[in-house]
């Protein structure tokens, strides 16, 4: 048996989020997000881009490094990306301000530590800017694929297919690329008892962040407000519905 | 200065979301009382071009060029940010897109510009100062984000600004940027688009099942709704996990987040990750033969019922409704 000796870089970036199921609420005066009581998980996505990882380095040739952008208390959440089954971790010490702020600090360190290959989510589930993918890749002048369902790598060169509205793209590019992984890329792998127990003595170094020049900022929270109580319409009686729709909701 | 907005041509023509954003972009303008550039990349023909000025566009920039037939996003941003540069634009406006979300940040980061994405609503104007509001937290909350940078980008979320026609007419003038082969390193293969198809995230009005449909064999009621009604088709994670339907019909949290004038749910429970991502479409219609299904609290309008009865009747009375 021969094993290839090109090993490839592949850094994950991954977000702290609020499980799916939280509420949404706010404090101070609704500016900002209240975190009593959230639960916090891998961003979905995220989820998704380290399996794709994962698989890409089974076989041993290639190492998968986990970054994360977040104060101490994201490494739980760091811990389990490890237990799927990275190598090792980095967090850039400091609250994730913005899109653009976290972006900045994976392109500085990346700019450090070069690899060949960059994933993230689509999107954050919290901010859903599906900026962080671009930006890194602009910041370092790379190439990138904000939506990809499907990534395929053959020796240097990328096989990405995305999303577009009523369709998909299928493109090529050669390594490094940075790719926004949606579903389809990957399963999402859930840790066994051998990657949690491992994932305690795997490195993770913490890093301080960089300065970044503020752009934006948020300056308030609203929650949509609550829709009226539900009209119900007979079973027997779906002319009744068309003719509500009409001429109360006006959207037919 | 000047107000630039990106229009986004599919194989050569504008679809409305296009339409959408030169109007948003014109709101703007006429508030700031600046001039509105459009500009176009790809092949699209004169008198599609000259559509735009109906809309606010008093000038179109058109880039045609052979090797941008196919949008890249690190070309597509190095000209926009060129053109914004020359136009001495001070919003970029753009469609929030699957291509505009890879290109907006792309054109920000060069510009030193703020990025507001996923916009819902005109920006509040205060000098240099923008207050724009976006859906954050997966459609369960809202956010205000100022914008203070002296360039600022938007991208519009499709479907959440109504177009108008004003009557205008714009100039085509070609526009010629300086092309760096290093932006070229993506391939576009292929590209498949079912154009029969009204896509999701564009839809005006959108039929989504559910588990309660039971196989993907039963598609068919949902379908013939959807073509009486104009409609895009969607469904709930587990359809498409089970492959009942393709991945590109999930909407929710983790899916697509949609926002068309209808929504109709058929056998959907209302989980809170799939009500993410659809909690802002004007109208919720459920059908459900489970009274105590979540949806419910969220709907406008419900029917308690087997969807097998139900849908193919709802078909029938709609059609009788569009043949009257
Ligand atoms: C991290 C995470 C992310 C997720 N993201 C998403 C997401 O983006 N989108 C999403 O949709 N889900 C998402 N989910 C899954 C979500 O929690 C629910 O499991 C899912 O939405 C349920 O799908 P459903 O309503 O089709 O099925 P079910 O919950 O099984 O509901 C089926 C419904 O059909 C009704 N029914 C049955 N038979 C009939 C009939 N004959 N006529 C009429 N009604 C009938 C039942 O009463 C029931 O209400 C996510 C879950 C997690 C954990
Ligand atoms: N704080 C963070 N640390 C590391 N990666 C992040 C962070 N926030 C976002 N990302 C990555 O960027 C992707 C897109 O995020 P966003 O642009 O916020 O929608 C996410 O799916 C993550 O992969």
Known sequence: ?252 | MSILVYVENIEGDFKKSAFEVVSYAKAIADQTGDSLTAISIGQVADENLSKLGNYGASKVLNVQNEQLKNFVNKAYGSILAEAAKSEQAKVVVLSNSFSGKGLAPRIATKLNAALADGAIELPEISGDTFKLKKSAFSSKAFATEELTTAVKVIAVNPNSYEVKETGGSATIESFTPSLNQDDFSVIVKEIVRATDKISLPEAEIVVSAGRGLKGPENWGIIEELAEVLGAATACSKPVSDADWRPHSEHVGQTGIVVSPNLYIAIGISGAIQHLAGVSSSKTIVVINKDPEAPFFKVADYGIVGDAFEVVPKLTEALKKFKNS
Request: glycine share 6%; with cysteine.
């Open chain 1, 1 to 252: 048996m021969f094993k290839t000796l090109i090993i490839m870089k592949i850094l994950v970036c991954i977000s702290n989020v609020p499980d799916t199921t939280s509420k949404i609420t706010f404090t101070d005066n609704n500016t900002a997000f209240n975190s009593n009581g959230i639960q916090y998980i891998i961003n979905p996505y995220d989820e998704i881009a380290l399996a794709k990882a994962v698989e890409l380095a089974e076989g041993g040739n290639a190492s998968v490094t986990v970054i994360n952008v977040g104060d101490q208390s994201t490494e739980p959440t760091i811990r389990k990306a490890l237990a799927v089954g990275a190598d090792e971790a980095v967090r850039i010490n400091a609250a994730p301000r913005d899109a653009w702020f976290v972006a900045n600090q994976i392109a500085n360190y990346v700019k450090e530590n070069p690899v060949d290959l960059i994933l993230t989510g689509r999107e954050s589930i919290d901010y859903n800017g599906t900026q962080v993918t671009a930006i890194v890749a602009e910041l370092l002048n790379l190439p990138s694929v904000s939506i990809a369902k499907k990534l395929t790598i053959n020796n240097n060169e990328a096989t990405i297919e995305r999303e577009i509205e009523g369709g998909k793209e299928v493109v090529s590019t050669s390594l490094p690329v940075v790719v926004g992984t949606a579903e389809g890329v990957a399963e999402p792998k859930i840790p066994n008892m051998r990657g949690i127990m491992s994932a305690r003595t795997k490195p993770l170094n913490v890093i301080e962040p960089i300065d970044v020049t503020v752009l934006s900022k948020i300056t308030g929270y609203e929650s949509p407000t609550p829709r009226g109580a539900v009209t119900l319409v007979d079973a027997g009686n779906v002319d009744e519905l068309v003719n509500l729709l009409h001429s109360k909701a006006k959207v037919i």
